[in-house]
């Protein structure tokens, strides 16, 4: 089983939409998705997961889109705020 991003680095506007695209790998029917995102020097945090609760913050601006067939896991992220200057990871549970 296996996850890719596509992109590991962007600058952006303040405003802009930006997609966090990806793509995984798995023999299992119903794997559980995530996403994560990480601020300097602080520890990984749920931001959403496709079965699970999403993190309070992100749910004016983002929407989410996943595509059991092309096994793809997108999420965009609107109007994007200073606030939101981190790293973010796609995970996979078989």
Same mark, same amino acid.
């Given at each position: 089983?296996?996850? &890719?991003?596509?992109?590991?680095?962007?600058?952006?506007?303040?405003?802009?939409?930006?997609?966090? +695209?990806?793509?995984?790998?798995?023999?299992?029917?119903?794997?559980?998705?995530?996403?994560?995102?990480?601020? /300097?020097?602080?520890?990984?945090?749920?931001?959403?997961?496709?079965?699970?609760?999403?993190?309070?913050? &992100?749910?004016?601006? &983002?929407?989410?889109?996943?595509?059991?067939?092309?096994?793809?896991?997108?999420?965009?992220? /609107?109007?994007?705020?200073?606030?939101?200057?981190?790293? +973010?990871?796609?995970?996979?549970?078989?």
């Amino acid at each position: 089983d296996a996850v &890719f991003q596509t992109q590991t680095s962007v600058l952006l506007k303040e405003g802009a939409n930006y997609t966090i +695209y990806c793509k995984y790998e798995t023999t299992t029917v119903s794997p559980t998705l995530f996403l994560y995102f990480q601020e /300097s020097n602080k520890a990984p945090q749920h931001m959403l997961g496709l079965y699970s609760q999403t993190e309070t913050r &992100f749910r004016e601006r &983002f929407s989410a889109l996943h595509d059991e067939t092309g096994k793809t896991f997108n999420l965009t992220l /609107s109007r994007v705020v200073l606030s939101y200057s981190a790293t +973010y990871y796609c995970a996979l549970v078989p």
